[in-house]
């Protein structure tokens, strides 16, 4: 069973910059990628961005292109993700979550190839 632990998140004003991060463990082998979600109030969870373990194919949903940037450190088990030119809209709890599904480190990811969501942590951007 992988956990996950969230934090970095907090009030930021429109355009300015906040950097996530979430730390894992509880499996001796490592994930095939790593997601970072989100969820607005009365809106589903969305997938933000994605990172290959072991490579470098990246995922980034079209809101976030340009803007956000994940990176990951693997002998920390740690993912992050930078958040520049925040927008009100980026506004929601976001979690990281692991993927053993090896289809995520070439094609697009599908929220149902993550799992051992952490609780979350809230980011609020003001206008």
């Known amino acids: 069973q992988v956990q996950l632990v969230e934090s970095g998140g907090g009030l930021v004003q429109a355009g300015g910059s906040l950097r996530l991060s979430c730390v894992f463990s509880?499996?001796?082998?490592?994930?095939?990628?790593m997601g970072w979600f989100r969820q607005a109030p009365g809106k589903e969870r969305e997938l933000v961005s994605s990172?290959?373990?072991?490579?470098?194919?990246?995922f980034y949903a079209d809101s976030v292109k340009g803007r956000f940037t994940i990176s990951r450190d693997n002998a920390k088990n740690m993912v992050f993700l930078q958040m520049n030119s925040v927008k009100p809209e980026d506004s929601g709890v976001y979690y990281c979550?692991?993927?053993?599904?090896?289809?995520?480190?070439?094609?697009?990811?599908?929220?149902?190839?993550?799992?051992?969501w952490g609780q979350g942590t809230q980011v609020t951007v003001s206008s």
């Open positions: 990172i290959a373990w072991g490579g470098s194919h990246t």
């Open positions: 509880g499996r001796t082998l490592s994930p095939y990628a």
């Open positions: 979550a692991a993927s053993f599904f090896p289809r995520t480190i070439y094609a697009t990811p599908l929220e149902s190839e993550f799992g051992g």
